[in-house]
T-cell receptor, first 116, second 114 residues
Framework: SQTIHQWPATLVQPVGSPLSLECTVE??????LYWYRQAAGRGLQLLFY??????ISSEVPQNLSASRPQDRQFILSSKKLLLSDSGFYLC???????????????FGEGSRLTVL | DQQVKQNSPSLSVQEGRISILNCDYT??????FLWYKKYPAEGPTFLIS?????DKNEDGRFTVFLNKSAKHLSLHIVPSQPGDSAVYFC?????????????FGKGTKLTVNP
């Protein structure tokens, strides 16, 4: 069965420090991978998505970047964190909708980032 | 510009009664709609979905209705149970360039009172 893990679960970082959140997926090949952020009052905002190794699409201009060095690994980074980067970050994977597959997203456990 | 809107941030219902969560969208290219349930400090979990070619999909206590002309969908939970208390996100999907992106609403917090 497929599993998705992201870490760390909780992170407290000072403004201006770097960030690295990692996500790995097991049990599936060539998944689409996503980074979402849930900020207070803003629902789930899509930050990045990737359809393959080295292929990253950014949805919103921001202080963050993403990389996909391996098929089932997705990394969210920042060189210098801002206060506004605080939030709950979620990694997710999916396969393209076809046949009986609904194309739903499967989410990781989430990473709570607090920037002080 | 919000493409998926959940205008009610919260909803409170008595146990055993019906919960109706609403969602509106603006992009007519969305071809698939999903509902997710989320507990605090956890990732959302898939609940139920509906294709744009249908107007109703039912799964146990959960039914999703789609009104394409009004660009509106709703999730009905009958009967509501205290364990249903969570934040519910409406999501819409559009296939673009071989990738499917889900756009989420802001969520509605459902509280089911015993």
């Amino acid at each position: 069965s497929q599993t998705i893990h992201q870490w760390p679960a909780t992170l407290v970082q000072p403004v201006g420090s770097p960030l690295s959140l990692e996500c790995t997926v097991e049990g599936t090949s060539n998944p689409n991978l996503y980074w979402y952020r849930q900020a207070a009052g803003r629902g789930l905002q899509l930050l990045f998505y990737s359809v393959g190794i080295g292929q990253i699409s950014s949805e919103v201009p921001q202080n963050l970047s993403a990389s996909r060095p391996q098929d089932r690994q997705f990394i969210l980074s920042s060189k210098k964190l801002l206060l506004s980067d605080s939030g709950f970050y979620l990694c997710a994977w999916s396969v393209l909708r076809s046949g009986g597959n609904t194309g739903e997203l499967f989410f990781g456990e989430g990473s709570r980032l607090t920037v002080l | 510009d919000q493409q998926v809107k959940q205008n009610s941030p919260s909803l409170s219902v008595q146990e055993g009664r019906i919960s109706i969560l609403n969602c509106d969208y603006t992009n007519s290219m969305f071809d698939y709609f999903l509902w997710y349930k989320k507990y605090p400090a956890e990732g959302p979990t898939f609940l139920i979905s509906i294709s744009s070619i249908k107007d109703k999909n039912e799964d146990g206590r959960f039914t999703v209705f789609l009104n394409k002309s009004a660009k509106h969908l709703s999730l009905h939970i009958v009967p509501s149970q205290p364990g249903d208390s969570a934040v519910y996100f409406c999501a819409a999907s559009e296939t673009q360039g071989g990738s499917e992106k889900l756009v989420f609403g802001k969520g509605t917090k459902l509280t089911v009172n015993p």
